[in-house]
């Protein structure tokens, strides 16, 4: 099994101010794809797959159910919620060997990667959570 419980970093306060600044730049974007691009998809679950380069970033996007990331590659990624959510922005170092997560529903942000690898990961929608 390849599982560790997420190690978040605090950033520095020049990647926090960039972060910050994507936010302010993006913000009011109407809710996009939690992912790139949909592999699988049944009555119980949808599987999405998800890259991005060092800069790149997501959607916003809310996780209405319960996922699961199967994370395959990336360093650092943060998680960047709206201004209004009033949650605070995240930065999570990725293990070499990867990871998976689960990720509960409930949360909206944009994916962006702040490392210097690509980020590259699935995620297990169950939808009926
Ligand atoms: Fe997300």
């Not at 020049?14 to 936010?23: A, D, Q, S, T, V």
């Not at 890259?51 to 916003?60: C, I, R, V, Y």
């Amino acid at each position: 099994m390849i599982h560790s419980t997420p190690e978040y970093i605090q950033p520095t306060a020049e990647l926090l101010e960039k972060l910050e600044k994507f936010r302010e730049e993006n913000a009011g974007e109407s809710i996009g794809g939690v992912a790139d691009r949909v592999l699988f998809e049944d009555d119980n679950v949808k599987i999405w797959e998800m890259k991005l380069e060092p800069g790149q970033h997501s959607d916003l996007h809310h996780h209405a159910v319960d996922y699961y990331l199967i994370i395959f590659s990336g360093d650092y990624v943060a998680g960047i919620p709206p201004k209004e959510s009033g949650a605070d922005i995240f930065v999570a170092k990725v293990p070499e060997q990867g990871n998976t997560v689960h990720i509960p529903k409930g949360g909206t942000e944009w994916a962006y990667n702040c490392g210097e690898k690509l980020y590259h990961e699935y995620l297990v929608e169950l939808k009926n959570t």
